[in-house]
């Protein structure tokens, strides 16, 4: 496709792997003025039961001391257990060894939006999707 920005005719492209880490190394160039500290680190911790991995969270840390949340399952047959409780407890426990002083995750309106809230996260963002059916939230919590 060719659009026409300014006096300048530019072609939209396809990107290859090569391509997309040279946009993201130039983006980490750009951010890095703005970030004063890096902090690098990740925390992938699980519970087991007879050798069964039966729940367990995957973070890592981004920018500004922040550790995104990207994954948190328990299984169903051990829910409301306090498990995911104890898993969250361990990683922000972790977390704060490790320099971090913020962490953030998101989920989904069937997922843990009551969970998180228990545990003192606060929503920092969310939107609801009617057309599909679902709503998505974003959690924070300062660690102290």
């Given at each position: 496709m060719i659009t026409q920005t300014g006096c300048d005719i530019v072609n939209i492209i396809e990107?290859?792997?090569?391509?997309?880490?040279?946009?993201?190394?130039?983006?980490?160039?750009?951010?890095?003025?703005?970030?004063?500290?890096?902090?690098?680190?990740?925390?992938?911790?699980?519970?087991e039961e007879n050798g069964q991995i039966v729940a367990g969270l995957d973070a890592c840390i981004t920018t500004f001391k922040i550790l995104y949340v990207?994954?948190?399952?328990?299984?169903?047959?051990?829910?409301?257990?306090?498990?995911?409780?104890?898993?969250?407890?361990?990683?922000?426990?972790?977390?704060?060894?490790?320099?971090?002083n913020t962490i953030?995750?998101?989920?989904?309106?069937?997922?843990?939006k009551e969970f998180y809230e228990a545990l003192g996260y606060q929503v920092a963002g969310s939107y609801e999707n009617t057309l599909d059916?679902?709503?998505?939230?974003?959690?924070?919590k300062r660690l102290k």
């Open positions: 990107l290859n792997e090569q391509q997309v880490e040279q946009i993201e190394e130039k983006l980490t160039a750009f951010d890095d003025r703005f970030i004063p500290q890096k902090l690098e680190g990740s925390i992938q911790i699980g519970i990207s994954t948190m399952f328990v299984e169903e047959a051990y829910r409301r257990r306090g498990l995911g409780k104890r898993l969250m407890e361990e990683l922000e426990k972790r977390a704060m060894a490790m320099g971090v953030r995750l998101d989920t989904f309106s069937w997922q843990g059916g679902y709503a998505e939230y974003f959690f924070v």
